[in-house]
């Protein structure tokens, strides 16, 4: 989280020397490409983390060097506060890649949100129904993916039992045409094992191929993380303001 007071944007000239202390002083402060010189600079380090700015992650921690520069640079005294939580990301996008029969080649697939981290490539296995009961997994070979349709019970309980059946991995198909995006197995998921979604149209044509063998790689980190909150303060404020 960061805690930001007010720094002029790009604006005119007299933006740098005057109080700007009501909405109409700081509006006049603030432009569009101020706001755009930061988006880009934002967009930048996230580029160079992987895609993304997540707490806790390196590409947050640039940002928030990126805002305290920008803040001391105005004339702010800037302090800050660690804190620490629990947290969840991925390091590199999944892939999800048939492997045989032919052709082989990439699947769309989107990383659940607390799944663990792997690389397998695997026969795949199916449920007896929807994975909810782990008599659903009776007899299903260990080391094997798991291919699961979606529906009745939560993802989470899901990839449970299959984990609990011996599964390497997870891939859950949709029960309704789109793309799942986020889908979640929640804290509580602990198992170092990936897990993903496909769309309907994808899962069902993996569930219809016979002989199929999979490759699944997810990479994540999944633990406790530190972020900080920065605080700006100018140097001559109101001593009796709190």
Known sequence: ML??????????????VRVNNTHQKLQECVTLAGVREHQAALQAIANANGGNRVSGAAGYNASLAYFENKLRAAGYQVTKQDFSFNTWFAL???????????????????????????????????????????????????????????????????????????????????????????????????????????PQ????????????VLRLRTSVYRGAATATTLFAETTDGDANTV
């Open 92 to 198: 590199q996008p999944s892939i999800l890649e048939q492997v045989s029969p032919a052709p082989a080649g990439p699947i769309t697939s989107f990383i659940m949100t607390w799944s663990g981290s792997g690389d397998v490539t695997a026969p795949v296995g199916r449920p007896a129904n929807l994975g909810c009961n782990a008599a659903d997994f009776a007899g299903f070979p260990a080391g094997n993916i798991a291919l699961i349709p979606r529906g009745t019970c939560g993802f989470a309980v899901k990839a449970t039992n299959a984990v609990a059946a011996g599964a390497s991995g997870v891939v859950i198909y949709d029960n309704a045409p789109g793309l799942l995006t986020n889908g979640n197995v929640l804290s509580s998921f602990t198992a170092n094992v990936g897990v993903v979604s496909v």
């Open 201 to 212: 149209n994808l899962g069902l044509q993996l569930a219809a191929t016979p002989g199929l």
């Open 3 to 16: 805690g930001l007071a007010s720094v002029a944007l790009a604006g005119p000239a007299r933006c740098d």
